[in-house]
């Protein structure tokens, strides 16, 4: 089935925000399935770690901000200290070089590879074995990931994934409140959606973190004709969907349950890998 429906999402894989925005997106793809076509941009926060200790963020306070997101919106952060602030740049090309010379599908693995290895506190994003050790459970082979890191392709996607978020639409740049200034303007905040009606390219901006019903009114209003799907029936047919491991809230999301029900659910029939206060769960065989 063609795509009714086009989202841009401008994201980092060390934003708390666009990891916590993940049970919205999976919500989405489980209702509009092959009616959504999702674009991934990466935003690039931060490309040297200097560019924290220029505004003041240490580990520490950093740990008190993930400590504060993931109470307050669920998915599972390891609030422990830090040894570092680190750069987000080497990731984000990682990503950008999987989507230019991988297979369907592995950018977007690795993206999510990478925010599970950061937000677990089991690497930084500009460590090579932290990108080695992601590429691997996302299915693609480190060597040729480094190999086409280095490429004058992958360094141009990657300088234009920066530069189209850091030019927002005129929608998203009457909505400041939910952008961040840089030294050339405003660009988009992690995440930021926008969305597009394919056939009328009609667009509305999302920037910035955003309830759920806010992105299920835009994709309804661009595309009131694309079916929606029925929540699942079960946490077992989600996770059967998935394939990959979710977290209690991507399960609560997307089964419009409580995210203590949804603990309870899963409990009986998957397994779950810890991260801090909470965690990742796979389907049992």
Request: glycine fraction near 8%; charged fraction near 25%.
């Amino acid at each position: 089935m063609a795509p009714l429906l086009r989202i841009t999402q401008y994201t980092d894989a060390g934003c708390p925000w666009a990891w916590s925005a993940e049970p919205f997106r999976r919500h989405l793809t489980w209702r509009y399935g092959d009616q959504l076509e999702w674009v991934s941009r990466q935003v690039v926060l931060a490309e040297d770690p200097a560019y924290y200790a220029a505004k003041g963020v240490t580990p520490e306070k950093h740990s008190r901000g993930f400590a504060k997101i993931a109470e307050e919106h669920g998915m599972p952060i390891d609030t422990s200290v830090r040894p570092r602030m680190g750069a987000t740049l080497p990731a984000c090309r990682a990503v950008v070089a999987a989507r230019v010379h991988g297979a369907p599908g592995e950018a977007d693995a690795l993206q999510r590879a990478l925010r599970i290895a950061y937000f677990a506190n089991e690497g930084l994003l500009d460590e090579q074995s932290t990108i080695d050790l992601t590429a691997r459970e996302a299915g693609v082979d480190p060597g040729a990931l480094t190999e086409w890191s280095r490429g004058e392709d992958v360094e141009h996607t990657l300088r234009a994934d920066m530069a189209a978020a850091r030019n927002p639409s005129p929608a998203a740049l009457a909505q400041k409140d939910r952008l961040a200034e840089w030294g050339g303007g405003w660009r988009y905040t992690c995440p930021s959606y926008e969305f597009e009606a394919v056939e009328t390219g009609q667009r509305i901006s999302e920037p910035g973190f955003q309830p759920f019903i806010a992105y299920a009114a835009a994709a309804a209003t661009l595309a009131p004709e694309a079916q929606q799907r029925e929540k699942p029936g079960s946490v077992q047919e989600l996770l059967a969907w998935a394939v990959e491991p979710l977290a209690t809230q991507e399960v609560a999301q997307v089964c419009e349950i409580p995210a203590a029900e949804a603990r309870q659910q899963l409990a009986h029939v998957a397994d779950e890998r810890h991260i801090g206060a909470d965690g990742l769960w796979s389907l049992r065989p």
